[in-house]
Structures are given as C-alpha cells and as structure tokens.
C-alpha cells in the first residue's frame, strides 16, 4: 500500500500548482481523502477534505483558493491551489482512509 504525493515545487506569490496524490495498493472508492501540510516547527493541519460521499471542506485560510477533487477510479486525488501565499509554504501530505502517502514540498516566494 503506497500513496505518493507529487506536484510541487517553488512558485512566486500568487501562482498556481497542482498537487497530485497517486495510490497504489489500495483503493479510494469509498473513503474519506484529506490534503494535509506542515510548514516547519508547525504542527500538521488539514488544508481540505473531500468525504466519501463526495462533500468537500475546506481550511478557511485557502477558501477560495485550493479545491480538491478525485478519481476514484484511477486511484487518484487532487489539489489545485491558485492565488498562492508565502505562508502556504510547506510538505503537503495526502491520506486517503488510514493511510498516509509521502509529501511533497510547496514554497512560494514573496
């Protein structure tokens, strides 16, 4: 079971990127998927959600801004996160039912 984020990288403020959460091993029909993100000497925090039922939640600071979605069918989920901030910088995680994948870093410069 393996779920590997990818998609980020260094953007100016204001930028766009598309974080993508790959799964293999396990199958996302049914589960509740979460993008988390940890800045450093921060603890981790949920930036947005999307339930099994297909509801969607988001973290009020990227309202607006991130919007999540899936594939189910290919395993798949999704972050698209336009009018970045210096302070969205971090390792962006994603979980999909109890399993978390490997992150990768977003920084956005100012």
């Known amino acids: 079971v393996q779920l590997q984020a990818s998609g980020g990288g260094l953007v100016q403020a204001g930028g766009s990127l598309r974080l993508s959460c790959a799964g293999s091993g396990i199958s996302f029909r049914g589960k509740n998927m979460v993008w988390y993100r940890q800045a450093p000497g921060k603890e981790r925090e949920s930036v947005a959600a999307?339930?099994?039922?297909?509801?969607?939640e988001y973290r009020d600071s990227v309202k607006d801004r991130f919007f999540i979605s899936r594939d189910s069918a290919k395993n798949m989920m999704f972050l698209q996160m336009d009018g970045l901030k210096p302070e969205d910088s971090g390792i962006y995680y994603c979980h999909v039912g109890s399993v978390w994948g490997r992150g990768t870093l977003v920084t956005v410069s100012s």
């Open positions: 999307i339930y099994s039922g297909g509801a969607k």
